[in-house]
């Protein structure tokens, strides 16, 4: 993939379609800034989250977190976030919350909560644990909300830092099956890039569609993902500097629309509505 030269910087994605591999308010959201850079967005569910299979650890943990149990609270995702604002969590003032990059953390305002801590460069785990480590040189109660699949990168560093530890898993993370059309629209080369915002997404992606053309952007929204994406199989054209959807459509914006003729320009009905 060569970097485009000379598009409109107004719409730099003009003419592209683009796969959001997530539905609900997040996906929404990213197909509204798509639209503003000129792309048409296709949400296609890959993934979604389903409950924890040991809700009863959950429940307590939370229970434990509104008496003021925890000196810190650790966000992995927004996702993460979802769970809380669902059980109506409550998080004391004692209690300080670690967001693992900046779209957690506006997912956690945006429901009302506070944070305490982001990562200033490592969106990551690992980021974060160092972070935190470096700001509590004494022993400190801790809990971690994480996925079910979710490598226990975190705790582990804060444990052997001398940290108290709670681990609990918040959510589960699901495959979901797209469309005849979609998995068509992908092998034609009629999506123009795909956005990989995790590892999950990453594993679908690779799952679901085999056959990517090479013409088809894949765009990962970070360092990490776009590690886990490679993992699993996918070849990466382009990472975003910063760990944000915003970054990440600029990144796609970078590249020149592979298609130099749109395969509707010489139909006469209307483009049909592609979100599913």
Known sequence: ????????????????????????????????????????????????????????????????????????????????????????????????????????????????????????????????????????????????????????????????????VRSVVAYRTVGVPVTDRIAADVRSGRINAILVTSGSVAEQVSAQFPDVPETTVIAAIGPRTAKDAKRAGLSVDVVAEAQTVEALIDAVGRFALPHAIDEFAATTGPIPHVEQ
């Open 1 to 164: 993939m060569n970097a485009a030269a000379g598009q409109s910087p107004a719409k730099p994605l003009a003419g592209w379609r683009v796969l959001v591999p997530r539905g609900g308010p997040w996906g929404d959201g990213v197909a509204g800034s798509l639209r503003r850079q000129g792309a048409t967005p296709v949400i296609a569910p890959l993934i979604n989250f389903a409950p924890t299979n040991d809700e009863e650890s959950l429940n307590a943990a939370l229970a434990d977190l509104a008496a003021g149990a925890f000196d810190w609270l650790t966000v992995t995702s927004a996702t993460t976030v979802d769970v809380l604002y669902a059980y109506r969590a409550v998080i004391p003032a004692s209690t300080k919350v670690a967001a693992v990059g900046e779209t957690t953390a506006a997912a956690l305002l945006a429901v009302g909560y506070r944070v305490d801590l982001v990562p200033d460069q490592d969106n990551s785990a690992a980021g974060m644990a160092e972070q935190m480590i470096g700001l509590e040189p004494e022993p400190r109660d801790v809990l971690t909300l994480r996925s079910e699949i979710a490598k226990p990168v975190l705790t582990r560093m804060l444990a052997e830092a001398g940290h108290r």
